[in-house]
């Protein structure tokens, strides 16, 4: 005669082991330390967002730079603020009248500022990024001169000679981790100090 299924597995289960409170404190002791080193992993993640808005800016730069070198064209860095957050490109400098030179040059507090938001259409734009929203810029100084980039679009110009405008910013990530960005008027070349 054969056993009827459910009578098998009833005695199974009876005569299988169970766990004892040794064995599910040592699993529980483990899972804490593999949550415990996962932690610091996911931090390191998660403030990524302003290393890549580094990365990205940094990009800029040198794309700005080497193309002003090699077309003997004046580039610029845009920093705009519009819908979709913090954005970042690279364009050729606009042609301007002798006249125009003039005033933008004779009046400091145009240099490093242009009205409207974003890069301008037509102008060759090389490069174009966006920040993370977490991440902003706490402290925008182009020349000596502070720039709001949420109320205008920040201009920072590289010549063919390899030189820049001068730079003094720090981008900042959740108000916690910053980054400060200086660039080299004589060389164009940047400078990152801060975090890791």
């Given at each position: 005669?054969?056993?009827?299924?459910?009578?098998?597995?009833?005695?199974?289960?009876?005569?299988?082991?169970?766990?004892?409170?040794?064995?599910?404190?040592?699993?529980?002791?483990?899972?804490?330390?593999?949550?415990?080193?996962?932690?610091?992993?996911?931090?390191?993640?998660?403030?990524?967002?302003?290393?890549?808005?580094?990365?990205?800016?940094?990009?800029?730069?040198?794309?700005?730079?080497?193309?002003?070198?090699?077309?003997?064209?004046?580039?610029?860095?845009?920093?705009?603020?519009?819908?979709?957050?913090?954005?970042?490109?690279?364009?050729?400098?606009?042609?301007?009248?002798?006249?125009?030179?003039?005033?933008?040059?004779?009046?400091?507090?145009?240099?490093?500022?242009?009205?409207?938001a974003g890069l301008a259409k037509g102008n060759g734009v090389a490069?174009?990024?966006?920040?993370?929203?977490?991440?902003?810029?706490?402290?925008?100084?182009?020349?000596?001169?502070?720039?709001?980039?949420?109320?205008?679009?920040?201009?920072?110009?590289?010549?063919?000679?390899?030189?820049?405008d001068a730079l003094d910013a720090e981008l900042q990530w959740l108000?916690?981790?910053?980054?400060?960005?200086?660039?080299?008027?004589?060389?164009?070349?940047?400078?990152?100090?801060?975090?890791?």
């Amino acid at each position: 005669m054969k056993p009827h299924p459910l009578v098998n597995r009833w005695v199974i289960v009876r005569s299988g082991r169970a766990f004892t409170l040794i064995e599910l404190l040592v699993a529980m002791a483990i899972a804490v330390l593999l949550m415990m080193t996962a932690i610091p992993y996911f931090r390191t993640a998660r403030k990524s967002a302003l290393v890549r808005a580094t990365n990205d800016l940094l990009e800029a730069f040198q794309q700005a730079r080497v193309k002003a070198i090699l077309t003997a064209q004046a580039m610029q860095v845009v920093i705009f603020v519009d819908d979709g957050g913090t954005g970042i490109g690279v364009e050729s400098v606009p042609d301007l009248s002798p006249i125009e030179r003039f005033e933008s040059e004779s009046n400091p507090e145009s240099v490093g500022a242009s009205e409207g938001a974003g890069l301008a259409k037509g102008n060759g734009v090389a490069f174009e990024a966006r920040f993370d929203d977490e991440v902003a810029f706490s402290r925008l100084l182009i020349n000596g001169r502070s720039v709001d980039s949420a109320d205008q679009a920040a201009v920072i110009r590289f010549f063919p000679n390899g030189t820049s405008d001068a730079l003094d910013a720090e981008l900042q990530w959740l108000r916690q981790d910053v980054r400060r960005i200086s660039l080299d008027i004589m060389t164009g070349q940047p400078e990152v100090r801060g975090g890791q």
